[in-house]
């Protein structure tokens, strides 16, 4: 069983920064895909960024240059740094994981709500 627990959400205006942070079981970077998906009112979730256990990163096309996801092995925690916040930016935002063996895309199985996830944290981004 994997436990994830997100923190670092709140309120910025726009262009401004936040950094999200996830803390996860023992070792859950091992085996698993990590990740960050968003969810607006009204819309649905979306993949915002992912990394695998090698370490590679995908990124939604809304998000890249912006956020940067990465993993401190050491303390099994996720972290998302959002830089240039906008508006369309505010979401609750959810830290995910899946085993590998589902892949680490975004558009994977974890997108319809496989895997394991967070509780959420919410970011919101006035003009």
């Known amino acids: 069983q994997v436990q994830l627990v997100e923190s670092g959400g709140g309120s910025v205006q726009s262009g401004g920064s936040l950094r999200l942070s996830c803390a996860a079981s023992?070792?859950?970077?091992?085996?698993?895909?990590m990740g960050w998906f968003r969810q607006a009112p009204g819309k649905e979730r979306e993949g915002v960024a992912a990394?695998?256990?090698?370490?590679?990163?995908t990124y939604a096309d809304s998000v890249k240059g912006r956020f940067t996801i990465s993993q401190e092995n050491a303390k099994n925690t996720l972290n998302l740094q959002m830089n240039s916040l906008k508006p369309d930016d505010t979401a609750m935002y959810y830290c995910?994981?899946?085993?590998?063996?589902?892949?680490?895309?975004?558009?994977?199985?974890?997108?319809?709500?496989?895997?394991?996830w967070g509780q959420g944290t919410q970011v919101t981004v006035s003009s």
């Open positions: 995910a994981a899946i085993s590998r063996k589902n892949g680490c895309n975004l558009d994977g199985p974890w997108a319809r709500g496989f895997g394991y």
């Open positions: 023992a070792y859950t970077y091992v085996m698993y895909c």
């Open positions: 990394i695998d256990p090698d370490g590679r990163t």
